[in-house]
Structures are given as structure tokens and as C-alpha cells.
């Protein structure tokens, strides 16, 4: 039997530098292929292995979730191989890692981005986790990689030999002892486990190699929340949850979340997640949320996470702090005190763009007619003192996107969130819920709805909760009776093609061909396909060494891109293709904490597609001079002889 592959992954941030290196430094004398990239790049590994360009037997690290080894795991021809930590220490290395980069923005606090990844990124990578410890692959420990490296590796070496009885690839003593000094922390980064000192980047991150260091930086209402959303799985990795400090309690560990949140207790856990997202302006998206739980179908907002329901002896009920936000909001709310839930489903819905991570789940994009949504917004949100029209060419950042996204006009904001959501179409389930069909429309545009759920409701059911939507939200409540798809077709132009809306809007189908349409899997095109198409001659390695860096979290290769505008004796204007590669870089390491991943090369070639289209356009256009005043603040000057242009104003954003 021929050698198997190996593919060797852990949870972020959870000490693959101690074990990645000797693999590929043992596998590769052993005549494996190692592919040639890491994390960043295992979107690629499926397409070379079909074309041959990686052959096996092939080494191949990675942090995606078992998901996208479908057919692979369990296939004799394969060993997988998971390191897992404690998910609490992972996130505060994390948290370190990002804060000092600066990737969640440079003004946030160590602590707001800890908690930020903590509350948004960390709960799907555990779960991730606990699926892969389900899989039947070697599962190893941060902390046992810490203990005793060497007796780890072999376990791991013999694992593989396993695949193969004549595979003979475990080194001698000597070798080993020699492969472990040489990619010790303590080689790395020139001090003991545990002394304070810089975090240090190779291709990898290292920064204290301990355990437990999270119990210095969760204050108890972190600790609690991390356990409400992801105790469990915690718990099933085998790590000790604890009572928060301050609580009441001698801190000592427990066998099951705190008891005093809801979130994941009861009647809450192990639920079917679907993702509901709708642009941060006035899309009538509560009226959707009436509807289902008026169905019997668990609703959770994000903002409200965790802690948005509590258990109750026959069923759940809202938390004090959810019926006071949603009391003036949700009429089905004022009528009803207990809910019950029958099927395990839990739809989590907020204007997030972060839900797309690494294993996201089926989604629904919830829209309006962005005129109308953002008249509305218009005149709730306190911008009535300006004129619709100058409201429309502000520049506009929303307090529920990361920050600075998108800097750009309020219209084409809300394109670029529907966008990022119909490029995910072949990443995710999508289905796309339009506010019209569902004021002219519901039952048929329920039906359709519950199909994608997976869930039954008779003709009956369906029609009783439209009849209360329709009478719980009047003309001039949420305005959501008075929208019609042929009012909305009217206002659409499809002979312009130099508007993101327009654009947008006719892939939602808002050109009034057919109601209830779903779009269809929209191809952007692969990011060489747009470089060697729009990028200048002079630029395109640049433009390559640009991805690569990104794709890592890597800084600008500026240097590079000096070069290439002086070979080519580019003028500043050139460089705007380039710039909207690099703004599309900027806004996926907003919205990804992690890099790599389906979800996140979909995005940035979409991002990159929709910058080079519109570039023209005043608000995308705006942002693309900036990026480029930002490139020759890197570079420390121009980096062409042309002048900054009058008035430009200066970029915020920042790559460390």
C-alpha cells in the first residue's frame, strides 16, 4: 500500500509551530510533496490534486474545518492529524496577535478585541473543533505538545506509518532530539516558555507557549459569556469550565456551563444554526422576525448574544434584557410569554458580515430596495437635518460593520453588503427573502422559505401568522406593507451599468422579471484572471506578492510595488487598479479575523471585482485615492513624481 497524505490541522493560535515544521522537515525526506502553501491557500488543494500539479503522497497544513475534506477523512489514503489548546488561551493569543497588527482597527483596546473575538469569531472555530475530535483523526493536545514534544511527534509519525505497513519514516533519537532543538520555542524566539517578550512572526506566530494565561485577562462576565456560548464544547474538548471569578464561588472548575446563562443551557444547545443577515439600515427585517417566531422557529439576535432566551418549565421565554429591546418591536412578543421550539433550529440574526467564517451555515439574505431602505434610515436615524439627496453622497460607516467599512455613500454600502452575501452563493446555502414579496406576497414567500429550513408548517399556520403581520405592521410603522416589487422596478435603470446598486440590484432581481427569483451562483472572476487583465504589466508580481502577503496577514510588499511603478514609469493613476486590490485586501482583514478560508477568498475577489468595475464611480473611487495615500505613507513618499491631489483626504486604515 502506497504511502497515505497527510493533512495536519489545528484551532487558531493553538502551537502548530512546534509540530508543522517537523513534519514537513521528516515528510519531505521521505519523498512527499509539500504543497506550497499554508493555511491561506487550502481552497487550492482539491483543484491541484484534481490536475495534478500536487501529487500524492502531499503534506498539507491548514486551519479549515473538516467540512471541506468531505470524502477525504476516514479514505485510507489519508491521515488527518488535530491540535487542538484550550479555546480560551487560543483567543487570548489571538487577541494579542490581532490587537498588535492592528486587524480589528488601531484605536480598539486589547480587551474590546479579546472580547470581540471571543463573543464573534472563537464559538464556530470550537465547534470546528469538537467536529474534527468527532472525526476519527489523531487528536492531539497544546498541552501535551508543551509537555513533551518529542514523544507527540512520534505518536504522530507512527499514526501515519500506520496507514502504510512498509512506511518507515519515525527519525533516530538523535535526529529527533536534533529537529526538536532546532524548532524549539526556545531556538524561535531566544527565551524560555512563559518570559515576557515579543510576539515573533517566521511563517508562524509565537508568543508565550503557556497554558491557562486566559484566567489573567477574562474578567467574569467574558468567562461567562464564553461559556453560555461555547461551554459545551469546551467541556467536550476536554478542558474544565469554572465558575466566574467574583461570582459567589471559590472558582473552582465545573462540569457544565454557568448555570445563570441561557444561551446554551436547556432547550438551547446543540441547535441547527441558520444565519439570517440583512443590511444595517431600514430593511424591515423585524417584521421577518415576527413572522417566525409566530411560526414556532427560535430567532436570536446577535446583538443580544448570549442571554437572548432563558429556559422556562414549558418551553423558553425572552430575557428581561431581549423583551426590553424588542417589547416596541416584535407585537408576537406582547402576546405571548412562552415559546416553544420544536424542532432543534436556531436562526441568529443581525447585519453581520463576520457570520460568513470558516464553516459558515445556511444562510438568508434578508433585502429592500435600497432607496426605500435607506429612506427610511434616512429619516429614523437623525439624519433628517440634510437632504435626502446629501445624505446619499456622505460617506457613512456603520457602528454594526467593523470598523472602517466601507467608507463609502450610504447606496453603495448597502450594494457591497448584498454583494459580499450573493458572493458567498457557492459557499454557503443562500436563500435571498425579498421585503417586497413578503408585504405582497407572505404566504407564497413563506412557503418558500420554510422549504429552504427544512421545516413544515401547514397552509393554515402560514396564512394565520401573515394576517398578523399584516396587521401588527401598518403603512407607516415599518413601512413594509406600502413596498411592491413594481413600485421598486420602476426606479431601476437597467441600461446603467456604472452604479453599484443598479448592479446589485438587478442580481436581486429588481428589475421586475420575476418575483421570487433566487439569484443564481454569481462567478466572480479568480483574482489572476482580474490582475493580468487590469493590473499594468509593471505591477503584476506586485500585485501576486500583494495577495500572498494578504492571504497571511502579512504586511504590503511596498518595496515591490515601488519597483514596479519605476520600472514602468507609472502615473499616479495607474495605480488605482492596483489600489483596488489592495482595498479589497483591507476590507476582508476587517471582516476576517482568521485568513484563508472559502468564505474569505470569495469575498476578496468580489471585493476586488466591484472596486475595479466601479472605480469610476465618486464614492469608490474616493476610496481607492486613499489606499493609494496610504501605500506611499508605507513607501514614505510619492511613489510617482506626481502630487497628492488637492484636498485628498488622508487614509485611516493601517496593515502592520
Given at each position: 500500500?502506497?504511502?497515505?497524505?497527510v493533512?495536519?490541522?489545528?484551532?487558531?493560535?493553538?502551537?502548530?509551530?512546534a509540530?508543522?515544521?517537523?513534519?514537513?522537515?521528516?515528510?519531505?525526506?521521505?519523498?512527499?510533496?509539500?504543497?506550497?502553501?499554508?493555511?491561506?491557500?487550502?481552497?487550492?488543494?482539491?483543484?491541484?490534486l484534481?490536475?495534478?500539479?500536487?501529487?500524492?503522497?502531499?503534506?498539507?497544513?491548514?486551519?479549515?474545518?473538516?467540512?471541506?475534506?468531505?470524502?477525504?477523512?476516514?479514505?485510507?489514503?489519508?491521515?488527518?492529524?488535530?491540535?487542538?489548546?484550550?479555546?480560551?488561551?487560543?483567543?487570548?493569543?489571538?487577541?494579542?496577535?490581532a490587537?498588535?497588527?492592528?486587524?480589528?482597527?488601531?484605536?480598539?483596546?486589547?480587551?474590546?478585541?479579546?472580547?470581540?473575538?471571543?463573543?464573534?469569531?472563537?464559538?464556530?472555530?470550537?465547534?470546528?473543533?469538537?467536529?474534527?475530535?468527532?472525526?476519527?483523526?489523531?487528536?492531539?493536545?497544546?498541552?501535551?505538545?508543551?509537555?513533551?514534544?518529542?514523544?507527540?511527534?512520534?505518536?504522530?509519525?507512527?499514526?501515519?506509518?500506520?496507514?502504510?505497513?512498509d512506511?518507515?519514516?519515525?527519525?533516530?533519537?538523535?535526529?529527533?532530539?536534533?529537529?526538536?532543538?532546532?524548532h524549539?520555542?526556545?531556538?524561535?524566539?531566544?527565551?524560555?516558555?512563559?518570559?515576557?517578550?515579543?510576539?515573533?512572526r517566521?511563517?508562524?506566530?509565537?508568543?508565550?507557549?503557556?497554558?491557562?494565561?486566559?484566567?489573567?485577562?477574562?474578567?467574569?462576565?467574558l468567562?461567562?459569556?464564553?461559556?453560555?456560548?461555547?461551554?459545551?464544547?469546551?467541556?467536550?474538548?476536554?478542558?474544565?469550565?469554572?465558575?466566574?471569578?467574583?461570582?459567589?464561588?471559590?472558582?473552582?472548575p465545573?462540569?457544565?456551563?454557568?448555570?445563570?446563562?441561557?444561551?446554551?443551557?436547556?432547550?438551547?444547545?446543540?441547535?441547527?444554526r441558520?444565519?439570517?443577515?440583512a443590511p444595517?439600515?431600514?430593511?424591515?427585517?423585524?417584521?421577518?422576525?415576527?413572522?417566525?417566531l409566530?411560526?414556532?422557529?427560535r430567532?436570536?439576535?446577535?446583538?443580544?448574544?448570549?442571554?437572548?432566551?432563558?429556559?422556562?418549565?414549558?418551553?423558553?421565554?425572552l430575557?428581561?434584557?431581549?423583551?426590553?429591546?424588542?417589547?416596541?418591536?416584535?407585537?408576537?412578543?406582547?402576546?405571548?410569554?412562552?415559546?416553544?421550539?420544536?424542532?432543534?433550529?436556531?436562526?441568529?440574526?443581525?447585519?453581520?458580515l463576520?457570520?460568513?467564517?470558516?464553516?459558515?451555515?445556511?444562510?438568508?439574505?434578508?433585502?429592500?430596495?435600497?432607496?426605500?431602505?435607506?429612506?427610511?434610515?434616512?429619516?429614523?436615524?437623525?439624519?433628517?437635518?440634510?437632504?435626502?439627496?446629501?445624505?446619499l453622497?456622505?460617506?457613512?460607516?456603520s457602528?454594526?460593520?467593523?470598523?472602517?467599512?466601507?467608507?463609502?455613500?450610504?447606496?453603495?454600502?448597502?450594494?457591497?453588503?448584498?454583494?459580499?452575501?450573493?458572493?458567498?452563493?457557492?459557499?454557503?446555502?443562500?436563500?435571498?427573502?425579498?421585503?417586497?414579496?413578503?408585504?405582497?406576497?407572505?404566504?407564497?414567500?413563506?412557503?418558500?422559505?420554510?422549504?429552504?429550513?427544512?421545516?413544515?408548517?401547514?397552509?393554515?399556520?402560514?396564512?394565520?401568522?401573515?394576517?398578523?403581520?399584516?396587521?401588527?405592521?401598518?403603512?407607516?410603522?415599518?413601512?413594509?406593507?406600502?413596498?411592491?416589487?413594481?413600485?421598486?422596478a420602476?426606479?431601476?435603470?437597467?441600461?446603467?451599468?456604472?452604479?453599484?446598486?443598479?448592479?446589485?440590484?438587478?442580481?436581486?432581481?429588481?428589475?421586475?422579471?420575476?418575483?421570487?427569483?433566487?439569484?443564481?451562483?454569481?462567478?466572480?472572476?479568480?483574482?489572476?484572471?482580474?490582475?493580468?487583465?487590469?493590473i499594468?504589466?509593471?505591477?503584476?508580481?506586485?500585485?501576486?506578492a500583494?495577495?500572498?502577503?494578504?492571504?497571511?496577514y502579512?504586511?504590503?510588499?511596498?518595496?515591490?510595488?515601488?519597483?514596479?511603478?519605476?520600472?514602468?514609469?507609472?502615473?499616479?493613476?495607474?495605480?488605482?487598479?492596483?489600489?483596488?486590490?489592495?482595498?479589497?485586501?483591507?476590507?476582508v482583514?476587517?471582516?476576517?479575523?482568521?485568513?484563508?478560508?472559502?468564505?474569505?477568498?470569495?469575498?476578496?475577489?468580489?471585493?476586488?471585482?466591484?472596486?475595479?468595475?466601479?472605480?469610476?464611480?465618486?464614492?469608490?473611487?474616493?476610496?481607492?485615492?486613499?489606499?493609494?495615500?496610504?501605500?506611499?505613507?508605507?513607501?514614505?513618499g510619492?511613489?510617482?513624481?506626481?502630487?497628492?491631489?488637492?484636498?485628498?483626504?488622508?487614509?485611516?486604515?493601517?496593515?502592520?
Amino acid at each position: 500500500m502506497s504511502a497515505p497524505s497527510v493533512i495536519f490541522c489545528n484551532l487558531q493560535n493553538s502551537g502548530g509551530s512546534a509540530i508543522d515544521p517537523i513534519l514537513r522537515e521528516v515528510l519531505r525526506t521521505h519523498g512527499y510533496h509539500l504543497a506550497k502553501y499554508g493555511p491561506e491557500g487550502t481552497g487550492r488543494l482539491r483543484a491541484e490534486l484534481t490536475s495534478g500539479v500536487l501529487k500524492p503522497p502531499f503534506y498539507h497544513w491548514t486551519h479549515d474545518p473538516p467540512e471541506t475534506f468531505e470524502g477525504m477523512i476516514g479514505d485510507a489514503r489519508y491521515r488527518f492529524i488535530y491540535l487542538h489548546r484550550d479555546p480560551r488561551d487560543a483567543a487570548v493569543s489571538w487577541a494579542h496577535d490581532a490587537h498588535r497588527r492592528g486587524i480589528f482597527g488601531r484605536h480598539l483596546q486589547f480587551t474590546q478585541v479579546l472580547e470581540s473575538i471571543v463573543r464573534k469569531f472563537l464559538p464556530r472555530h470550537v465547534e470546528a473543533a469538537v467536529r474534527w475530535a468527532r472525526s476519527g483523526c489523531l487528536v492531539i493536545r497544546f498541552d501535551d505538545v508543551r509537555e513533551n514534544t518529542g514523544d507527540v511527534v512520534s505518536t504522530i509519525l507512527s499514526y501515519i506509518e500506520a496507514g502504510s505497513p512498509d512506511l518507515r519514516i519515525t527519525p533516530t533519537d538523535d535526529e529527533l532530539d536534533r529537529l526538536l532543538l532546532k524548532h524549539s520555542f526556545e531556538t524561535l524566539t531566544g527565551r524560555a516558555r512563559g518570559q515576557p517578550g515579543e510576539i515573533i512572526r517566521t511563517g508562524y506566530m509565537l508568543r508565550s507557549g503557556l497554558s491557562g494565561e486566559w484566567r489573567q485577562h477574562f474578567d467574569a462576565r467574558l468567562q461567562e459569556d464564553c461559556h453560555a456560548l461555547m461551554g459545551e464544547e469546551i467541556a467536550e474538548l476536554g478542558y474544565p469550565l469554572e465558575t466566574p471569578a467574583g461570582s459567589g464561588s471559590s472558582g473552582t472548575p465545573v462540569a457544565c456551563p454557568h448555570p445563570g446563562t441561557a444561551q446554551r443551557s436547556g432547550k438551547g444547545a446543540d441547535r441547527h444554526r441558520i444565519q439570517l443577515v440583512a443590511p444595517p439600515f431600514s430593511t424591515g427585517v423585524d417584521a421577518l422576525h415576527d413572522l417566525l417566531l409566530r411560526l414556532n422557529l427560535r430567532v436570536t439576535l446577535a446583538n443580544l448574544e448570549p442571554g437572548h432566551w432563558e429556559s422556562a418549565p414549558s418551553g423558553e421565554r425572552l430575557s428581561q434584557r431581549a423583551l426590553h429591546q424588542l417589547s416596541n418591536r416584535l407585537p408576537v412578543v406582547c402576546e405571548k410569554t412562552i415559546f416553544q421550539f420544536p424542532e432543534r433550529l436556531e436562526i441568529r440574526s443581525g447585519p453581520q458580515l463576520d457570520f460568513a467564517g470558516p464553516a459558515p451555515g445556511p444562510t438568508i439574505l434578508f433585502v429592500r430596495d435600497a432607496h426605500e431602505a435607506l429612506k427610511q434610515f434616512h429619516k429614523d436615524s437623525g439624519h433628517g437635518s440634510a437632504s435626502f439627496e446629501h445624505f446619499l453622497h456622505q460617506t457613512l460607516e456603520s457602528p454594526h460593520l467593523p470598523p472602517g467599512l466601507f467608507q463609502l455613500p450610504p447606496l453603495e454600502s448597502y450594494a457591497y453588503f448584498c454583494a459580499y452575501w450573493l458572493a458567498m452563493r457557492p459557499v454557503v446555502p443562500l436563500c435571498v427573502i425579498r421585503a417586497e414579496d413578503l408585504a405582497t406576497h407572505p404566504c407564497e414567500t413563506l412557503g418558500h422559505l420554510l422549504e429552504f429550513l427544512g421545516v413544515h408548517r401547514s397552509t393554515a399556520e402560514v396564512c394565520a401568522a401573515s394576517e398578523c403581520m399584516r396587521a401588527a405592521y401598518p403603512s407607516g410603522r415599518s413601512g413594509i406593507q406600502t413596498l411592491s416589487s413594481e413600485q421598486s422596478a420602476d426606479r431601476i435603470d437597467p441600461s446603467h451599468a456604472d452604479d453599484a446598486w443598479r448592479f446589485v440590484a438587478r442580481l436581486l432581481d429588481y428589475d421586475g422579471e420575476s418575483r421570487g427569483r433566487q439569484p443564481g451562483n454569481w462567478s466572480v472572476p479568480d483574482p489572476q484572471a482580474l490582475i493580468d487583465g487590469s493590473i499594468p504589466a509593471p505591477l503584476r508580481t506586485a500585485a501576486q506578492a500583494c495577495i500572498r502577503s494578504g492571504y497571511a496577514y502579512h504586511p504590503i510588499p511596498i518595496a515591490q510595488i515601488a519597483e514596479g511603478v519605476r520600472h514602468g514609469r507609472l502615473e499616479r493613476s495607474e495605480l488605482r487598479q492596483l489600489a483596488a486590490l489592495t482595498r479589497a485586501l483591507y476590507y476582508v482583514e476587517r471582516i476576517f479575523a482568521d485568513p484563508g478560508g472559502a468564505p474569505f477568498r470569495a469575498a476578496f475577489g468580489m471585493f476586488f471585482w466591484l472596486n475595479l468595475k466601479f472605480a469610476s464611480s465618486p464614492g469608490i473611487g474616493a476610496t481607492l485615492d486613499r489606499s493609494i495615500a496610504h501605500l506611499e505613507r508605507l513607501h514614505g513618499g510619492p511613489l510617482t513624481e506626481a502630487v497628492t491631489a488637492p484636498g485628498e483626504t488622508p487614509c485611516t486604515e493601517a496593515r502592520a
